[in-house]
């Protein structure tokens, strides 16, 4: 099993239309766990961490789920410019191992 | 202005011809790392070090070498590039625990490397 898995997609969807990710991971013993997005061919940038309490950003929610080990993210109200890879992030704790989800590919669509 | 800088952001070379990929940061971080990244198979760890003149081996090491000798500055070596290394190179740092509580990564632009 990998440590961290993501469906790769494409998700295809249309303007304005909400959207949710899910990725799951192995080690029960992860303390941290994030989203980056990435544009192509460019370097992954923070999107938000993700806390067992939830959070949310704007259009974006993220969820922690340590019973089932799953992370989510959802985006509302999707923008054109919301296409992108976006890449879920485990980290055991401190500088210690961090692992990424190879990534899922959402597609906005006019 | 934070950031992590890497050069060359582009580079050809043949088989064999020894070759270093830049990494600096001004954010004072003592945590950096070398990723590659391959299509269908994400982002893979090659090195990462803790701090000056500390470094280790991440998941993918073989073919690399890195050194650590100040704090801002983690250049990667390939001593003898094969095709196999053609790929997206990114430095990252880690400075702590960030504002959301977490360790969070900062990336460079990437070099992106083919070996023929």
């Known amino acids: 099993r990998k440590e961290v898995e993501q469906d790769p997609g494409p998700f295809n969807v249309p303007e304005g239309a909400t959207v949710a990710f899910n990725c799951t991971y192995s080690?029960?013993?992860?303390?941290?766990f994030f989203w980056y997005r990435q544009d192509c061919r460019k370097e992954p940038k923070l999107l938000m961490s993700?806390?067992?309490s939830g959070n949310e950003d704007g259009r974006f929610t993220a969820q922690l789920n340590r019973a089932s080990q799953y992370i989510s993210l959802l985006i509302r109200d999707s923008k054109l410019s919301d296409s992108a890879t976006y890449l879920c992030v485990v980290n055991l704790g401190g500088y210690q191992k961090v692992t990424f989800g190879t990534g899922t590919k959402l597609q906005v669509i006019p | 202005e934070a950031q992590v800088t890497q050069n060359p952001r582009y580079l050809i070379t043949v088989t064999g011809k020894k070759l270093t990929v830049t990494c600096s940061q001004n954010m004072n971080h003592e945590y950096m790392s070398w990723y590659r990244q391959d299509p269908g198979l994400g982002l893979r760890q090659i090195y990462y070090?803790?701090?000056?003149?500390?470094?280790d081996k991440g998941d993918v090491p073989e073919g690399y070498k890195v050194s650590r000798k100040e704090k801002r500055n983690f250049p990667l070596i390939l001593e003898s590039p094969s095709p196999n290394q053609t790929s997206l190179y990114f430095c990252a740092t880690m400075g702590g625990q960030g504002s959301s509580g977490g360790y969070e990564q900062y990336f460079g632009p990437g070099t992106r490397l083919t070996v023929t």
């Open positions: 070090s803790m701090n000056v003149e500390v470094t």
């Open positions: 080690n029960s013993a992860s303390q941290s």
């Open positions: 993700v806390y067992s």
